[in-house]
């Protein structure tokens, strides 16, 4: 089987980024749902693999001598941001699924806690989550928001594992 060229399935996973993008900030400003710490770090990883993909669109990185080091550094990078939205929503899933006695208390707003606090407390106190982020306000086909973007994120580590491992176009 002969995968199609990069450059369109680049496109593609770029469009699909602006779409999460799109939905996101619908279901924060028009539905009023206000996204939890860890909803904002996967919002943060699905703009980098949008711009890793638009950066692959733009340059196209062509083959030299039989070699695609270009190509799989933009895929590589792609893998790195897709895993870490993939922990980020995986570990929201996670809380999603405790019983109410055992989910984290709320925590300080992020703005504030980037102002007051180092960085790699910050990065601690949001990855272990809080109230909010076990919450489940909105499903789509019995997904919880979470659930979805997990399955992005997947299909993005997938995509980006096509791409490191696929031959010369």
């Not at 009023?32 to 860890?38: A, D, Q, S, Y």
């Not at 703009?47 to 190509?71: D, F, M, S, Y």
């Not at 703005?111 to 007051?116: I, S, V």
Request: hydrophobic share 55%; glycine share 6%.
């Amino acid at each position: 089987m002969t995968l199609p060229a990069s450059r369109p399935l680049y496109l593609l996973a770029f469009i699909v980024c602006v779409l999460l993008m799109g939905t996101a900030l619908y279901l924060e400003h028009v539905v009023g749902l206000e996204p939890c710490p860890l909803c904002i770090l996967q919002r943060l990883a699905v703009i980098v693999i949008g711009l890793l993909c638009l950066a692959a669109v733009l340059h196209n990185p062509t083959p030299r001598n039989g070699k695609r080091t270009g190509a799989r550094v933009y895929a590589v990078l792609l893998i790195l941001a897709s895993l870490f939205g993939g922990a980020t929503a995986a570990r929201q899933v996670w809380l999603q699924q405790l019983p109410a006695d055992q989910v984290p208390t709320c925590m300080l707003p992020l703005d504030y806690m980037l102002e007051a606090l180092p960085f790699w407390e910050v990065l601690s106190q949001v990855f272990s989550g809080t109230a909010q982020c076990a919450e489940v306000t909105w499903t789509f086909l019995g997904l919880s928001i979470a659930e979805g973007t997990l399955i992005a994120f997947v299909c993005f580590t997938v995509f980006g594992l096509m791409q490191v491992l696929r031959k010369v176009d």
